[in-house]
């Protein structure tokens, strides 16, 4: 029976399933062997249209029987399929499918993980659909109290968004990835966080948000001791002196080294624009104090 | 985690590539006292002033007449260059930099002020006499005199005899002064190379042990689990165990038993039935089928 013809086995499934006036219920059990035995030969003859909608069957079939760990790893498997199909929205669909039938095991773990496939597959085509998933994996595992896993989640999205040059968005998810990193004790982690959300959003030109950014971080006692900490003081010294050589320099220090590849090239990228303006805006405030003091 | 093996297999490839690397070459000069950027910058430009030095020592000894003045050209470049940097450095001197004492600060001015008189006395091929006499009365120090090198050996002896010879006195020990801090910065300068580099590579082990710290936690949990679920399905395994080996040993008990006799009757009745002569042959046969039972 397992060498024959796959398409007469997904028949014979579909036989056992149909209602009709003979047959008043189902046999899932059966049918679903059937269409775990096609979906296999499609695959290996590279059928993947015709594998994909065994494995679909499949997976309900397991369902009806209620064995959703089978259903949802015949999910995954179709989802595989779909991308190799180039299927966009049906990937999506069945990685999400499957996600929640691992919810219903109690497994949070592979759940979040095929969310986390679904979005790596979808990263290049579709990549707001790719970081809802992210976020939706990242949801999962903090629920479950689980942050350490989702340490490579934040570090996928937070890559993503820099590639999509959302440098907001970007920090935001590594000042999240900081929260993170606090609940489960990751001090290093969360340094490093802090410092790349810093660096991305003076990669973005934005040295007010920037120097907030740095000002609510150092109210952290864990990142005030750091060396991350003395590395961003000496780049917004830096910064507000306009000495390009001097943040050349630091960009090339080791804290900044160890970082994510993505946010070194960013430092490695530092500065851009124009500091002038900037310096200019740290004189101005100082000769605004000074005429105040003269009206005195 | 693979992190660390990429860290090594990166480091060792970046390594093998180094010599391609035209930065880090240039870069490798700027390495010393890291942080301070007079040290960093008036060690690049004594570097320069040496080379140039060389390049003068050997534009004299060359015989070549058009090789010695492309030489000479390249000095006078090059000294051009060194006299544009001396303002730099100068805005440095000034600078307060941590640790360093109101001494060394002095001592840094005085350095720099005397840096264009050594680079202007870098020979060049020019008529170095007349620029020199005007130097030497106005400015206080003589720089251009070296412990290992004189490009212009004859010179200095003739000028000293026509110099006030009082002079000379004070302008030697200003300028063993200033060979002096030059040496210490030299020797202090490679000491700091050594520890930088040793700091680089703490560093790096330093972020190495932390993120294995954070694996190491992230590890612990997903063990424990293991541990449990391991337990568990050692526990059932020695239950079927068991329970099977009881099964298999009451199978083989009884079953042989009963087939046993009735091989034994069967065979018998057969035998003496047909071959009443030889009953004993197949009397031994049903023997050795009862022992081939048995084992």
């Given at each position: 029976m397992a060498s024959s013809n796959p398409d007469k086995l997904m028949s014979k499934g579909d036989k056992l399933t149909k209602l009709s006036f003979t047959r008043?219920?189902?046999?899932w059990k059966a049918a679903t062997g059937f269409y775990e035995q096609a979906a296999i030969g499609f695959r290996m003859k590279k059928d993947n249209e015709k594998a994909k909608e065994a494995f679909e069957k499949a997976s309900k079939g397991q369902e009806m029987i209620s064995s959703p760990w089978d259903a949802a790893k015949h999910m995954e498997s179709a989802a595989a399929l779909a991308k190799e199909l180039s299927r966009w929205n049906e990937v999506s669909d069945h990685y999400r499918k499957a996600s929640e039938l691992y919810m219903e095991c109690g497994r949070s773990q592979p759940a979040s993980d095929a969310l986390a496939k679904g979005a790596s597959s979808l990263e290049d085509v579709e990549p707001k659909e790719a970081i809802r998933l992210y976020n939706d994996a990242i949801l999962i595992l903090e629920e479950d109290g689980k942050e350490q896993m989702a340490f490579d989640l934040y570090r996928a999205a937070t890559s993503l968004y820099v590639k999509l040059e959302k440098y907001v968005d970007a920090a935001n998810f590594l000042l999240r990835w900081g929260v993170a990193a606090d609940k489960c004790n990751a001090v290093n982690s969360q340094c490093k966080a802090y410092l790349s959300a810093i660096l991305v959003y003076l990669y973005a030109h934005d040295f007010a948000q920037a120097q907030k950014c740095y000002n609510d971080c150092t109210q952290i006692d864990a990142f005030l001791n750091s060396d991350q900490n003395r590395c961003a003081s000496k780049l917004f010294s830096a910064y507000r002196e306009g000495d390009v050589e001097e943040i050349k320099h630091i960009a090339q220090s080791s804290p900044i080294s160890h970082l994510d590849h993505v946010i070194i090239k960013l430092a490695r990228k530092l500065p851009t624009g124009d500091l002038e303006g900037l310096k200019a805006e740290a004189s101005d405030e100082q000769q605004e104090a000074l005429d105040e003091d003269d009206l005195t | 985690m693979s992190v660390i093996d990429i860290l090594t297999r990166v480091d060792a490839i970046c390594k093998k590539y180094d010599k391609y690397d035209v930065e880090k070459q240039r870069g490798d000069g700027s390495?010393?006292?890291?942080?301070?950027a007079f040290a960093r910058l008036y060690s690049s430009v004594e570097a320069d002033i040496e080379a140039a030095l060389q390049k003068a020592e050997l534009a004299t000894q060359e015989k070549n007449r058009a090789a010695a003045v492309a030489m000479n050209a390249e000095i006078r470049r090059s000294k051009a260059r060194l006299l544009e940097e001396v303002p730099k450095l100068q805005r440095l001197a000034l600078k307060k930099v941590k640790g360093l004492s109101k001494e060394e600060l002095a001592a840094r001015n005085d350095l720099v002020i005397a840096l264009p008189e050594r680079i202007q006395s870098i020979?060049?091929?020019?008529?170095?006499g007349t620029k020199q006499t005007g130097g030497w009365t106005a400015s206080a120090s003589r720089p251009e005199i070296r412990f290992d090198t004189t490009p212009d050996g004859k010179f200095d002896s003739e000028y000293f005899q026509q110099t006030e010879e009082s002079n000379k006195f004070k302008q030697e020990f200003e300028m063993r002064k200033m060979n002096q801090a030059s040496i210490c910065f030299r020797f202090v300068n490679l000491a700091d190379q050594g520890l930088d580099a040793i700091a680089e590579g703490l560093d790096t082990l330093k972020n190495m042990a932390h993120d294995m710290n954070e694996e190491l936690d992230r590890q612990v949990p997903l063990i424990d689990e293991i541990d449990t679920k391991v337990d568990r399905a050692n526990a059932d395994l020695k239950n079927t165990n068991v329970r099977l080996k009881d099964t298999v040993n009451q199978l083989r008990s009884s079953r042989n038993f009963c087939i046993d006799i009735i091989l034994l009757c069967i065979i018998l009745g057969i035998a003496a039935y047909l071959y009443k002569g030889l009953v004993l042959i197949y009397l031994l046969g049903s023997f050795v089928l009862i022992a081939l039972d048995f084992g």
């Open positions: 008043w219920s189902a046999d | 390495n010393i006292a890291g942080d301070d020979p060049d091929g020019t008529s170095n």
